[in-house]
């Protein structure tokens, strides 16, 4: 994790210090608000003294963690998000079928016979990327990510049979997809 | 009884019994790795499909938010607490099972 | 409309017991903790069916802070099997 520090007015400007806090503020409020149940909890309307308890316990949470939850910079941002929404759909079609699987071997339908593979993701460069692919390899069916190398991009993964597994180094559906959704492209150009 | 009261019913009785299955896999797996791949899979989406009827059983209010926090808290939680003990019994050293090994 | 979520609670129930198994008897450290965590899940889906059959809303709010405990204890106990100590200062 590196440490920059900000010397130059240069620095502090393009940090964009201000967007982060206030961004953050108005989730976490709006998070209390939810939170609080107007209608269960409190059965009188909103007023100053409970609006005033809000801000202050969502302004404490902000001036602790206001430097970590948004980026500094982020460039086609809102692309990234429209195309991250069909992904999620697809992940949940994912979840279902994992169940479906291992409904299967654990009943002995389909026979269990583990390997550890590795590969590597020259495609990946960003650290949410490498986030949103592990925990998709997760949930598929069969597979569990055992470690991640940052630096070279190697996965490291623990499969229960040879479908999954094949479907994962052989295939590679769903690297591609990924770096789709991410707009990354591959380095050398061949895969 | 209604529509709504059959749907939910119908999800609650599907989480029940892919959390069933789930405690069966804990038991017959012949591994720590392969108990793993039955406990994360099956306890994350049996959790979820309970508390989604649940969900269903109450229509619009603000405990449906509440419970949709929950839910979806644990679909990020569940796989990084799976990833976080098989990366520390990889590390460790505990032994994997091939095929045709003594059941450990 | 008590009776399926009464079944469903007995049902988890019963299956906290037969996970119990695997806490006690499990060889090594890492099946029990294994145990441990799924017996915390299944805690969390109990706390939102009982608050449904006594018809108590508060019982949502225990669920959430719960099952954000449970994840933050998993995490440390993880890291502190695998390197043996938790802030390396």
Known sequence: MEMTVAFSPEDIKSENRTFRFVLTFSVMFIFWLLLSAWSVYFPEPYDFTKISRGVFCALIVTLLTWEMFVPRRGDKVLMKVQRLIPYIGWEIWQI???ALDVAKRILGILPIDPQIVEFDTPMLRSDFAFLTF???ITLTPGTITVLVDPERGRYTVHAIA???ADSLTV?????KYVGWVFMEESKEGEK | MLAI???STLFMAAGALVMILGTLGLLKFPDFYTRL???GKCDTLGQILIIFGCMIYEGFSFITIKLLFVTLFYLFAGPCSTHALMKAAYVTGVPVWKKGDKRM | MILPFVAVGIIIACTILVCSYRAIFGPGTFNRIVAVNMIG???IVLLVIVGYIGERPQFVDVA???AAISFIGTLIIAKYAERGEICSR
């Open chain 2, 37 to 39: 791949h039955a406990t």
């Open chain 3, 41 to 43: 899940t299944k805690a």
């Open chain 3, 64 to 66: 959430l802070m719960y």
């Open chain 1, 171 to 175: 295939d590679q559906g769903m690297q």
């Open chain 1, 134 to 136: 592990a925990t998709s």
């Open chain 2, 5 to 7: 009261d059959i749907i």
């Open chain 1, 162 to 164: 040879k479908e999954p």
């Open chain 1, 96 to 98: 279902y079928l994992a």
